[in-house]
């Protein structure tokens, strides 16, 4: 699972930038799934976020992987610390 949390951080981040960078629509029903989409994916980012709290904070090499990791749970970290200002 370890060394699929980049790709599915990454892919989840795009899927989040992909919907925030679509036009609102006007319709309200429209608005509303767009809305909730956007929730989805960073409730999708929360839960990678979770995982990649278990695991260990080095893999013991250093091939630049810890840092683009680390680059992908930061960026997760601020959207979905968007959502929680949201919510509070």
Do not use: F, W
């Not at 709290?53 to 601020?78: C, V």
Request: aromatic share 2%; glycine share 8%.
């Amino acid at each position: 699972m370890a060394e699929k949390l980049p790709s599915m951080l990454s892919a989840a981040l795009e899927a989040y930038d992909r919907i925030l960078s679509t036009p609102m629509p006007e319709e309200p029903k429209a608005q509303g799934a767009q809305l909730a989409a956007a929730k989805t994916a960073l409730s999708h980012l929360e839960n990678l976020l979770n995982l990649a709290d278990g695991l260990p904070d080095d893999d013991g090499d250093d091939d630049g992987n810890d840092t683009a990791l680390d680059g992908l749970i930061s960026a997760a970290r601020e959207a979905v610390g968007s959502l929680d200002t949201e919510r509070g």
